[in-house]
């Protein structure tokens, strides 16, 4: 068999498994190999507020956006509704880190915490320490980082359960 061949047997092998396995594997792997354009949010035209409830790129998540609850550690689509449907979760402020070496799992954890706290009280409308409210954030991955990624978007939720409406001046 001649060195030019190869390449071509190589890929009909490597085409004959991807046809036996993608079938087991299922969409995701699919979006992994194919550019399918990442879930976006049905939002107003007017006010950009989320219409309808769906799957959304964590990346489209935007300040007054709702969502409900995501389980995993490394996120790539969260669950959204509209803010007067009952939810967990309110984006509530974004900001960037800055630009450079991927500074570690604990300093962008501090960082986001940070500057979260610091910007619930404007939000909330009362202080994070007297309010019964928490926070958590969306933030920078090792990976995600490495393709760019420098947002934190800090998110706000009720520890008593589903909230229906935003939590902007909620005061509680």
Do not use: K
């Amino acid at each position: 068999m001649s060195a030019r061949r190869r390449p071509l047997v190589r890929m009909l092998a490597i085409s004959a498994a991807l046809m036996v396995a993608l079938p087991l594997t299922g969409c995701s792997a699919l979006r992994d190999l194919l550019p399918v354009p990442a879930p976006q949010p049905e939002r107003d035209d007017t006010t950009q507020e989320i219409v309808e409830e769906g799957q959304a790129d964590v990346f489209a998540l935007r300040v007054g956006d709702c969502m409900n609850t995501v389980e995993e550690e490394l996120v790539s689509e969260v669950p959204v509704v509209p803010c007067t449907e009952p939810h967990d979760d309110e984006v509530y402020f974004d900001f960037l880190l800055d630009d450079g070496d991927y500074p570690g799992d604990d300093a962008v954890l501090e960082a986001s915490d940070a500057r979260c706290l610091a910007e619930f009280e404007a939000f909330v409308g009362l202080a994070y320490d007297s309010s019964t409210l928490d926070f958590y954030a969306y933030r920078p991955s090792e990976e995600s980082w490495a393709s760019g990624d420098r947002t934190v978007s800090c998110v706000v939720w009720d520890p008593a359960g589903q909230v229906t409406g935003s939590l902007q001046n909620a005061a509680y």
